[in-house]
């Protein structure tokens, strides 16, 4: 196993004074890390918040496994409109067998939302970071779960009462480790995930909070392009408009593709009301 990641400076400095085994443990949870997207975040550590404890093949990813869930629908969709029923059943019973994980092993009824696992050995032994942490990835199942209405309804007033929920937006984390997937950067993909999975919930409440993700995202990308004639690749969710920042680079701001699509989007009426989802 070897790391290969933007932040293999720090990476390397993380491994110094580890042992051999230890040494190969950190590296394949840097790769998993990086391949998540998410690179580097405190939703991979523990509760130091220090890149040498990084776990992250030891974590279950909601996000994820939504993402997985509704891939699979819509695999079995297409495999039943070109006559494949066996194909077709395969996934719909994968579907079936993930959401009811997501509704269940994964819902925290407490805080009204979806969480990461935490694995011992092959057993999840409860949710991977504190309770009162919150994560764009929590919600992430909002768009991607079909059905209980209710438990989507709880969803999204918790996280209009979450602390990622800000003026600039809502950030990937609400834990500061200076890290790029943390606060306070706001990501256009979450922006889009959760506008649409809060329009899906079907009641005004829910269709208000996507609204106003979709508006607050769109006064940001105005702002920033009265000031660089161009979008960058994240928002400080604390200031409209705001560069986001942090990680183990400088922030991309001469025009970034998901930044620039998002805005073209929901630019079009069509694509910016309540139904879009």
């Not at 050995?121 to 768009?143: C, H, I």
């Not at 200076?178 to 506008?195: H, I």
Request: hydrophobic fraction near 40%.
């Amino acid at each position: 196993d070897s790391a290969d990641s933007a932040d293999s400076a720090d990476s390397a400095d993380s491994a110094d004074s580890m042992g051999d085994g230890e040494r190969e443990r950190l590296f394949r949870d840097i790769c998993a890390a990086a391949e998540s997207g998410w690179d580097f975040s405190s939703r991979w550590m523990d509760e130091s918040n220090q890149l040498q404890s990084l776990r992250t093949t030891r974590i279950l990813p909601v996000d994820l496994n939504a993402l997985l869930a509704k891939s699979e629908r819509i695999v079995s969709g297409m495999a039943r409109e070109v006559g494949d029923a066996d194909t077709s059943d395969t996934f719909a019973r994968m579907a079936d067998e993930r959401e009811a994980a997501l509704r269940t092993l994964f819902w925290d009824d407490r805080r009204g939302k979806w969480r990461d696992l935490l694995l011992e050995g092959n057993r999840a032994v409860g949710f991977a970071r504190k309770d009162d942490e919150d994560y764009a990835s929590d919600w992430v199942p909002l768009w991607c779960l079909g059905g209980d209405l209710e438990m989507r309804q709880r969803a999204t007033r918790s996280l209009e009462a979450s602390k990622i929920n800000q003026e600039g937006g809502i950030a990937a984390s609400s834990v500061h480790t200076g890290e790029q997937w943390d606060w306070p950067n706001a990501w256009p993909p979450l922006q889009y995930f959760l506008a649409s999975g809060c329009w899906s919930a079907k009641d005004e409440a829910s269709s208000r909070l996507g609204d106003s993700i979709r508006d607050r995202y769109m006064a940001s990308a105005r702002k920033a392009w009265g000031v660089w004639n161009s979008l960058p690749e994240k928002f400080d969710c604390t200031v409209p408009g705001g560069v986001g920042g942090g990680g183990e680079y400088a922030v991309v701001v001469e025009g970034f593709g998901w930044t620039l699509g998002l805005a073209l989007l929901w630019l079009e009426p069509k694509n910016s009301n309540r139904v879009r989802n």
